[in-house]
């Protein structure tokens, strides 16, 4: 074996490569359900991204707490509203990705 790190690295590189499945496999076991699941989650990052930058303007109440735990906390109700929308219906991503990696399994069978 070459004692440089970077061959090194190619082996370690190579036997990860070679303990994890082929992308193309993968793919092909995914059900409607977890391409649907995989759909709303992906809604409700973006939906998340769109609604901290709605929030990111706004000061804190003070006469319902406000200070640095609401700021530091700000980003996680966020995301959970993200979560809560996209769950009951959203804006109509997660139909339009569920859609896309149905079709894309489809094509390569």
Known sequence: MDASPLAMFDARTDAV???QPAASRV??????A???AAGEKFEAMF???MFQYMFEG???D???GGGNAE????SLMVDEYGKQVAKHGGIGIADHVTRT?????????
């Open 34 to 36: 977890e391409a649907e």
């Open 17 to 19: 490569t070679r303990a």
């Open 62 to 64: 003070p006469v319902f």
């Open 27 to 32: 793919a092909k076991t995914a059900t409607k």
């Open 71 to 74: 700021n530091m906390y700000r």
């Open 47 to 49: 939906l998340s991204q």
């Open 101 to 109: 990696l149905l079709a894309a399994q489809e094509k390569h069978p």
């Open 58 to 60: 706004l000061d804190s």
